[in-house]
Nanobody, 124 residues
Framework: QVQMVESGGGLVQAGGSLRLSCAAS????????MGWFRQAPGKEREFVAASSWNGGSTYYADSMKGRFTISRDNAKNTIYLQMDSLRPEDTAVYYCAAVRGVGGGSELDDYDYWGQGTQVTVSS
């Protein structure tokens, strides 16, 4: 059974930083594209970033470029999202997602497995 558990969320002031983690089990982590999405209250879930199986290719939503960094440690079956220069509009529940192979992109339907999410709140 695949399990994905996010951690690292919390309350931070605008301009601050947070590092999210997502630990995966029950899958061959190194064979999966991994992604981060977020969902703010009253809004649809949106793409944040994605990483190829070895981290060699990374992709970001335009509003996150230069502020967020996705990385992975295949030895620890963990994906990370370093978030810097946070803004109040970054407030959302952040989810990690996984799909086997190279199919992961910026669409929700690209991914097969999802975590339960971790809350990030940025105060002004």
């Amino acid at each position: 059974q695949v399990q994905m558990v996010e951690s690292g969320g919390g309350l931070v002031q605008a301009g601050g930083s947070l590092r999210l983690s997502c630990a995966a089990s029950g899958l061959t982590f190194s064979m999966h594209t991994m992604g981060w999405f977020r969902q703010a209250p009253g809004k649809e879930r949106e793409f944040v970033a994605a990483s190829s199986w070895n981290g060699g290719s990374t992709y970001y939503a335009d509003s996150m470029k230069g502020r967020f960094t996705i990385s992975r440690d295949n030895a620890k079956n963990t994906i990370y999202l370093q978030m810097d220069s946070l803004r109040p509009e970054d407030t959302a529940v952040y989810y990690c997602a996984a799909v086997r192979g190279v199919g992961g992109g910026s669409e929700l339907d690209d991914y097969d497995y999802w975590g339960q999410g971790t809350q990030v709140t940025v105060s002004s």
